[in-house]
């Protein structure tokens, strides 16, 4: 017995050893495995009017849905550490609003969040969010006209480091969403000049495009985790077919676009064409700068129906005026 004793208490002091063995440096840059975590609770909120209107997401043709992309990236090496995926039906209430929960390791974070809209439809999801710091548009081509460009993101930081010592400690962090983004919309109030002009021969065609070219350089991708617009590019372009209303309306929706912005306000310079959808034939054409505001729709509404180059048609950048023109998918 006393043999089995002594061979126990001699080996004390080689556990011991083991046990104050220092951590080495791990592959992530980390001395050693620190076994706390924390419960992270994530409550995330968007409001989703544009300015003071409510935005309407629907579609005869497809259900959309709100996709969630959720990510905390370690704060020092900007790797990714968890993430997460969520769907939520749309709102009717003008909030988005969703949670989601992360064990982490107990140390300083920033989280990246990602919301737009997708569907099952062909064509239904508008950016490829696989990587967060590089957000493009999925099939690489430039839409304009079409609300489902519509997205929200944040990017927090957050220090967990206090709770190293600490066990089953929780914690929650709420985050509010905003858009990258802002909102223009071209309205003509010349219909009845160009209906007379249509009638009268001076403008041939049976139907007609809206071309917007883009004049200098647009980003066309975003860097949720920096908050900044990434990939832009020149001549980027975008057409829609026009349905000319021959009655006694006076003014008609011509093009609309959400574009992707760094700074709170933003002037875009663009060129908006008529053609004659049968041979492409210019009929109009007025290039203007667009002052567009993050997070509001800005609205001009000009005689570009029957504009020609020279005409003189500008735009003001303090111009306010509004109309209330429903942004459907046409």
Known sequence: MKKHIFCIMAMLPLLGGCLMEYPEMTEEGELGVDPTSVKVDIKISA????GDESQNYTDEDAVYRHRIIVAAYDAVTRMLEEREVLYEDLSESGTLRTNV???LHAKEYRFVVWADLVSDAENGVYYNADDLVSILYADNNYRGQTIYKDAFYCSVAEDFSDFKDEWGAEQTVELQLER????????????????????NGEISGETFLARVSYNGFLPAGFNAYDGITKHAFRYLTFRRTLRIPYDDSQEMSLVFDYVFMDEDQETIP??????????????????IDVTCTKNERTVITRPFLTSQPGDGIGIDSDFEESDDVDLGII
């Open 47 to 50: 409001d989703l009017d544009l």
């Open 101 to 103: 929960s992360f064990s």
């Open 180 to 199: 990258p983004m802002g909102v223009y919309e071209l309205v003509a109030n010349d219909l009845d000049r160009f209906r007379t002009k249509v009638e």
């Open 270 to 287: 663009l060129t908006l064409d008529i053609l004659n959808a049968a041979n492409n034939d210019i009929v109009a054409s007025t290039t």
